[in-house]
C-alpha cells in the first residue's frame, strides 16, 4: 500500500503565495506521474500541474506562469507545488495523485486527501 499526504493549505490574500506538499510513503519503486488536481468549491475536480518521471511538466491555462510543481531533489517521493500571484478563483480543495509502480511491478493510481486553500480578496 501507498500513503499519499498533502500539506501547506490555508488562508492567504490574492496575491500571495502557498506551497504545497505531497509527500508518498510505502509500496514504492518509482513513482511515473504526480498531479495537482483543483477542486473549487461546488465543481469538478480539475488537474492544474503534472510532472514526469523524467521531470518534464504540463499546467492548466489557468496557472501557467503563476504555479510551478517539482520534485525534491533528495526525496524522490516528496512533491511540491508553488502557488503565486494567487487569486480568489484558486480557492478550493488541493489533491495530489501519483502514479506509482510497487515492486512487484504493479501500476497503480493513488490519492491524498486533500488540503483546503483559501485565497481572500
Known amino acids: 500500500q501507498v500513503q499519499l499526504v498533502e500539506s501547506g493549505g490555508g488562508l492567504v490574500q490574492a496575491g500571495g503565495s502557498l506551497t504545497l506538499s505531497c509527500a508518498a510513503s510505502?509500496?514504492?519503486?518509482?513513482?511515473?506521474?504526480t498531479r495537482w488536481y483543483h477542486q473549487p468549491p461546488g465543481k469538478q475536480r480539475e488537474s492544474i500541474a503534472a510532472i514526469f518521471d523524467d521531470l518534464s511538466v504540463d499546467y492548466a491555462d489557468s496557472v501557467k506562469g503563476r504555479f510551478t510543481i517539482s520534485r525534491d531533489t533528495t526525496k524522490s517521493t516528496l512533491f511540491t507545488l508553488q502557488m503565486k500571484k494567487m487569486k480568489p478563483d484558486d480557492t478550493g480543495i488541493y489533491y495530489c495523485r501519483m502514479m506509482v509502480v510497487s515492486p512487484a511491478g504493479l501500476t497503480r493510481i493513488y490519492w491524498g486527501r486533500g488540503t483546503q486553500v483559501t485565497v481572500s480578496p
Open positions: 510505502g509500496n514504492i519503486l518509482t513513482i511515473n506521474s
